[in-house]
Structures are given as C-alpha cells and as structure tokens.
C-alpha cells in the first residue's frame, strides 16, 4: 500500500512540476483518514485530457469515461480526471458523498471543504444538496446503501428522506453500474445491518430484478462472514435464492465465465445433496468448484464440510486432472490401431473411473489390458 501511495505521490508531483493543480481525491483519501487500506487511488487535476495525454507517454483514455485519462506510474495504474467546473471546490462539491468529498496533496495534507472529517467521526452518510445529487445519478442511492454496508454508517436524515421519495429513479440506471453495487453492498461487514432500515428497503424495492423476500435478504446478508465473496460466489447465491437457471435468469451482465462456473456450481450442489464427495463427483468438480459448493451450503445454513477436510479429501484423489492419467489419446491411438473418434474419450473417461475408485493402478500396462477388455477391441 505504501508502494501505491508513493507512485501515487510522484505523479502528482509531475503534475505539479509542469504546472497543474493536483491531488489525491475520493474513496481513497476517505480510507486514508480513517485507516483502512486503500485498493485504488483515483487524482483530480487542472489538467485536461488532452494535456496529460501529451505530457505522459504510458497514459490512455477510457472509451466512456472522456474526463478520465489512465496514467501508469511505477507499475500503477491511476485515474487522472480533470476537474469537473474547473476549480477543486466545484468537484469536491459535486462528489456523491460528503465522506468522498476529501482531497489530499502529495505532502499527505487533508482538505476538507465539506465537513467530510465530522461526518466520519460522527459515521453519517451525508449530502451537499441531496435532492440534486441523488437524481442526476440515481446509482448514487444504492452507492448509499453500500457504503453504509462497508463502512456501518447511518443515512443523515435529509438524506434517507431524499432517497425515499426518489428511489424508482434507480430503474433508469444501466445494469453493469448496479450489478457491480449490488457485489459491494453485500459483501460488506455490515449488510445484515443495512437491511433492517426502511430506506434501504425501498432502495431494494426499487431494483425489480433483484426484490427479495426478507428472508431471502437474511440469508444473502450471511455472505460477507464467508471467507471469499468473489463475483461467482455472490450470483451463485442469488441464483440458488431466486431459483434461476440457465434458462430462466434474467439477463446480467455477468462475463461468460463467470456464468459458467454459478452453472457448475449449482450442478455439483444439486448432486452432492446431502451425500459426501464420492472420488469421481469431487474429481468431476474440481477443487475450484467443489470449495464453492461447500460455501454455498454454508451460506444457507446447511451442513458443510470444512476448507481443510475438503482439502484432504482432495488430495488423497489418485489423479486430479486427466493429465495425471499414464495413458493419452495418443497411446490408445497407437495400442488399439483404430481411427480416431469418440471411442477416444469414451476411453479416457473409463479409465479416469477405474483410477479414481482404484480399480487399476495408474499405469500404462494395467489400464490399457482393462480398456482392451472391456471395450472388446
Ligand atoms: P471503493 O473503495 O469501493 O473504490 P470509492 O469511494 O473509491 O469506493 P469508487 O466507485 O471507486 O468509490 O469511486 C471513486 C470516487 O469517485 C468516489 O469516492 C466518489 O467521490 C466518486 N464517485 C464515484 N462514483 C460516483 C457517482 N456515481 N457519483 C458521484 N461521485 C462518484
Ligand atoms: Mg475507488
């Protein structure tokens, strides 16, 4: 972190040197002050796009974000925006939360325009003219409600009633904004906290996609005491509450692999059911996908079996890949003098079966006078 900071630091002393207003802004200078780790430093500048794309050579622009230029310093990446109204005052004002509002020069000096130090100590998530903040980006309500998740904080009332009357507003928000909020929100320490106040509520009322039941809610909120929250893990859950599949999920804007492992996922948790791994079913999974079933079960209060059990079991597995297996496509090829074709993996799989459960040793001899046997050849 000090690494990132130190990177951080030196560009905004480039900035400087040629010249421009710059400084730390935004989430990070918030976690700065109240000591917690900073994943990301995002900078604020007199500087326009066009300009720091001339005076750095590793910098690049975002396809949507046209105040943003990404600029790589001492292996960092950064978001250099320019200041929005041309002034720090005008950004800082415009920020979606007063705990946001903060900036920090290169000399770790705090500014604080907009009471940002009082509302942290006092945990307020508070609004510099709430009625405009909230509707010229509607996300910002569920941004709320995530950071009351991360950080236990309480809605300052002007605010939470800002949010009551205009929480349908969320509707309009663009799937990919809220999805990513959604993860955050629960993953949060303080979820389960979150959903008990009746402006979250109508915040979550308002995602019609996502309406949960309070029990549902009570069960999604246990999540952020598993040991990982990754994307999967969290839409696997959802999935498994709302009971989607495939084929009756909403469309997300989830990447392809990701849907493909929540799929595998449910599979492997449908099958293991209340039975223990058998070899071949924990094989079939994988460690990855077996490791998640098991979260899955105990997020929904169902019996598990511990990351360091699952692990034994794993590793006490003659084989965990195929190719561990002493035979390949290209000695059945060679053995069984046949043409290519399914037989292959029909084979492969077979052979697979007889090593797991330890019918054959894994060896070469062994397997292929099996395989001859029992496929006749
Ligand atoms: P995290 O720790 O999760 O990165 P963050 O506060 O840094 O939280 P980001 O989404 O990374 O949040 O945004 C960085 C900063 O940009 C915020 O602190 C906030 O000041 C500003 N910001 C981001 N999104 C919005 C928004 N929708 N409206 C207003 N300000 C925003
Ligand atoms: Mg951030």
């Known amino acids: 972190m000090q690494e990132l900071i130190s990177a951080g630091q030196k560009l905004l002393k480039q900035l400087n040197d040629y010249g421009y207003r710059a400084f730390f802004v935004g989430g990070a200078v918030r976690d700065f002050y109240l000591k917690r780790p900073i994943s990301d430093l995002d900078l604020v500048t007199s500087a326009t796009p066009k300009q720091m794309l001339e005076l750095f050579p590793a910098s690049f622009q975002m396809n949507n974000q046209h105040q943003t230029v990404l600029i790589k310093c001492d292996g960092y990446l950064f978001e250099v925006t320019s200041e929005r109204g041309n002034s720090l005052e005008e950004d800082l004002q415009k920020r979606d939360f007063t705990i946001n509002s903060l900036a920090m020069t290169e000399n770790q000096e705090i500014i604080d325009l907009f009471g940002a130090k009082s509302d942290l100590d006092k945990q307020v998530l508070r609004s510099i003219d709430p009625v405009e903040r909230m509707t010229e980006d509607p996300l910002r309500m569920l941004r709320a409600l995530r950071f009351q998740s991360e950080l236990g904080f309480k809605l300052e009332g002007e605010l939470a009633n800002v949010i009551s009357q205009h929480c349908e507003l969320l509707e309009q928000v663009a799937m990919e904004r809220i999805v990513k909020e959604i993860e955050k929100w629960f993953c949060g320490p303080y979820c389960q906290k979150t959903i008990e106040n009746k402006t979250n509520q109508k915040v979550l009322d308002a995602l019609p996609l996502l309406s949960f039941t309070k029990k549902e809610l009570s069960v999604l909120s246990t999540l952020n005491r598993l040991p990982n929250h990754d994307q999967s893990l969290i839409w696997t859950i959802i999935y498994y509450i709302k009971g989607w599949n495939q084929s009756t999920a909403p469309r997300l804007p989830l990447a392809k692999v990701v849907l493909k492992e929540i799929n595998k996922v449910l599979h492997f948790y449908a099958l293991r059911k209340d039975l223990d791994w058998g070899f071949e079913s924990l094989y079939d999974a994988g460690y990855t996908i077996a490791q998640k079933v098991e979260w899955l079960k105990e997020s929904l209060g169902e019996r598990f079996i511990a990351e360091q059990s699952l692990k034994t079991k794993w ?47 894994n060896e070469k001899e062994a397997l292929i006078k099996e395989l001859k046997g029992s496929f006749n050849r």
């Open 315 to 361: 590793q006490q597995l003659t084989i965990q890949d195929r190719s561990e297996l002493a035979i390949d496509g290209k000695i059945l090829l060679k053995e069984f003098e046949q043409k290519p074709g399914v037989w292959i993996e029909e084979c492969l799989r077979k052979a697979e079966r007889l090593v797991l459960t330890q019918q054959i040793r």
